[in-house]
């Protein structure tokens, strides 16, 4: 799933093709991703893109007024090309699920692969009376360590849970928290009240630290290259079995249903190898 740092890339990317140009057609391909009925999408349609922004792990896209928001779940993403003459109306079956095409022949495609479908559209005229834009916390990278401290203290959740939380802060997902927990040496399981002053103060570095790298090593990279150029800057994350880059010790990993997480037991927590079930205990 996009988190903070691949969605800003994202917004950048979107931003210098497509603000400024009126919307020619705007198909929904995959009628369960639109969640709202009222505006009609259509009525974006002849109305210029006025701006390109984030909140969360959600994409605005602004028409004069009017916004398309969007969510794009595990296995959503964008593409941005060009409209073609000869082009076929797009298949119901395959993994498009929104299109839009724009006067000078731009084209930005939603697609979603797999079975498992969670990609979600609204058309709204006010983005913050969603009810899940409502529902989230402040934007994780202008957390200051005064009231990251404040979320931590208030809840005894595990850090993995906690730094996940959408509610709490908004922006990081199951990678980056992964990253963000190995860089500040602390176990994905620790309880967030419990920290120290300066496992706080390391955690909310690293949270920095991880965010400004990512958004500067995705800078120029093309869509298309998002997801692998994400990959390739993993320590931990994805590498069960795999060297620990900061200690050589091996990745270990605790996987559930739909999930798993990795950690390094030498640099998070003390040699222990955490265990499957209190990993279920903690989902419950
Ligand atoms: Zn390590």
Not at 5 to 16: I, M, N
Not at 95 to 103: E, G, Q, S
Not at 109 to 137: C, F, H, N, V
Not at 217 to 237: C, E, Y
């Amino acid at each position: 799933m996009p988190e903070l740092p691949e969605l800003d890339a994202v917004v950048d990317q979107l931003r210098d093709r497509l603000v400024g140009h009126r919307l020619r057609d705007f198909q929904v391909v995959a009628f369960s991703v639109l969640k709202t009925a009222e505006p009609p999408h259509m009525s974006l349609v002849e109305r210029e893109l006025t701006g390109v922004s984030r909140r969360g792990k959600f994409l605005l896209l602004e028409a004069e007024g009017r916004f398309a928001v969007t969510h794009l779940a595990l296995a959503g993403w964008l593409k941005l090309g060009e409209a073609h003459l000869s082009d076929r109306p797009p298949a119901r079956s395959g993994p498009l699920a929104v299109r839009l095409d724009f006067h000078d022949g731009a084209r930005l495609d939603l697609t979603e692969q797999g079975k498992r479908k969670g990609m979600a559209l609204w058309i709204t005229d006010a983005p913050d009376s969603l009810k899940r834009i409502q529902r989230l916390g402040p934007e994780v990278d202008v957390v200051t360590v005064e009231e990251f401290a404040e979320k931590l203290g208030a809840t005894s959740s595990r850090l993995k849970t906690v730094l996940t939380d959408q509610t709490v802060m908004a922006g990081i997902g199951n990678a980056w928290s992964d990253e963000i927990l190995h860089r500040a040496k602390l176990s994905p399981f620790a309880a967030a009240n419990k920290l120290t002053g300066e496992q706080v103060t390391a955690l909310h570095t690293a949270v920095q630290e991880v965010l400004t790298e990512v958004r500067d090593a995705l800078t120029n990279v093309p869509l298309d290259r998002i997801k692998a150029t994400k990959k390739s800057l993993f320590g931990v994350h994805d590498r069960a079995g795999q060297a620990c880059p900061e200690c050589g010790g091996t990745v270990a990993e605790v996987s559930y249903v739909d999930r798993s997480m990795q950690y390094c037991p030498i640099c998070q927590t003390g040699g222990k190898k955490l265990s499957d079930r209190r990993m279920d205990r903690l989902l419950k």
